[in-house]
């Protein structure tokens, strides 16, 4: 096969030593000294995509979007397949950090997925229809797994509370990697059938919210009324989430397999996975039929403005005055 007048071969012995010493030295986080490997090795073979592939690659790991881009456009200049290719992922990841739609549009529609219409007036992909999906925040740090509605391939909103320790916030759209690390199921229907939902690891914040988050120490006579002030919260166009239930921790191990979700027919999500298996203590209360002991004491989440927050709660203890109080409000992120 001939690319430019150049015969494709194999790459060399020189080019492949270079290259798994470069990916030796990205695992330890040493980038540069990769960076100066993998330009040797596209000196080398540039006729190779695989050459600007894994450039583009280190780019992406090192979230310079410019140089990730012009990498996956030579890189997918060079394929010799029509679709499918993961250099097409990769320049639409880059395309989407740079929010460059017209070459998002491309890169997906070259990968093999349907665009519908032309987007919003600036060409955004909308309408993707991705569904739902988990998304670990600060996957190299204190690793969380929250809930959030797929906005194109390389685009999450974050649906769920996050704790405070992510220093992120509800309504927040980060950009995620292609491949996913593990899955979340949940039960669909009465007969036991499960959905499963991918996890996939954060790259960075690609846009900020600007709703602050708050912790709250609720006194929730039941389990109605905790679903109360989450009713509440979502009318108003904002969230409530009772971390007492929806956090668990789990280990690295647990939490990037196919884990449970351990909730029912959809309507709660867990939206954090962070429990130790064997150990629930008090927070696997909410699968339907567990029977477990309800706790009035509640810590919850609430994403809502701090104009509205207190009066969100007044009329949550007013709604019930016997069976519901709150205090201790605190803004944590």
Not at 67 to 95: K, Y
Request: aromatic residues 8%; proline residues 8%.
């Amino acid at each position: 096969m001939r690319i430019f007048g150049k015969v494709r071969h194999r790459p060399s012995a020189s080019w492949r030593q270079a290259t798994d010493r470069a990916f030796t030295l990205i695992g330890d986080g040493r980038y540069e000294d990769a960076g100066a490997l993998l330009t040797r090795a596209a000196d080398m073979e540039p006729w190779l995509s695989e050459s600007w592939f894994n450039l583009a690659l280190l780019h992406k790991f090192r979230h310079d979007w410019e140089q990730a881009r012009a990498a996956g456009l030579r890189a997918v200049a060079l394929l010799d397949r029509e679709a499918g290719a993961p250099d097409w992922w990769n320049v639409g990841i880059a395309a989407t950090a740079l929010q460059d739609w017209p070459l998002a549009r491309r890169a997906w529609q070259a990968y093999g997925l349907k665009v519908p219409g032309e987007g919003s007036p600036s060409g955004e992909p909308l309408g993707m229809n991705l569904g739902s999906a988990a998304v670990r925040l600060s996957p190299e740090g204190e690793a969380e797994v929250v809930w959030g509605r797929r906005l194109d391939p390389a685009r999450i909103e974050v649906l769920s509370i996050p704790l405070p320790s992510s220093g992120r916030r509800w309504g927040e759209v980060v950009l995620h990697d292609g491949v996913p690390h593990g899955e979340r199921t949940t039960a669909t229907g009465p007969d036991g059938t499960t959905r499963a939902y991918p996890v996939f690891d954060e790259i960075e914040l690609w846009a900020p919210s600007p709703v602050p988050t708050w912790v709250v120490l609720l006194e929730a006579a039941t389990e109605a009324d905790r679903d109360a002030l989450e009713r509440l919260a979502a009318d108003a166009g904002y969230a409530a989430e009772d971390w007492s239930s929806s956090v668990r921790l789990l280990c690295r191990t647990c939490s990037e397999s196919r884990m449970p979700s351990d909730e029912g027919d959809g309507e709660h999500l867990d939206p954090h996975d962070h429990s130790e298996p064997g150990h629930p203590g008090p927070l696997g209360h909410r699968t339907a039929g567990s029977g477990s002991l309800w706790v009035p004491e509640r810590e919850c989440g609430i994403a809502a403005p701090s104009a509205l927050v207190r009066g969100l709660l007044d009329g949550w203890v007013a709604d019930s005055p016997d069976t519901r109080e709150w205090r201790d409000l605190e803004e944590v992120c």
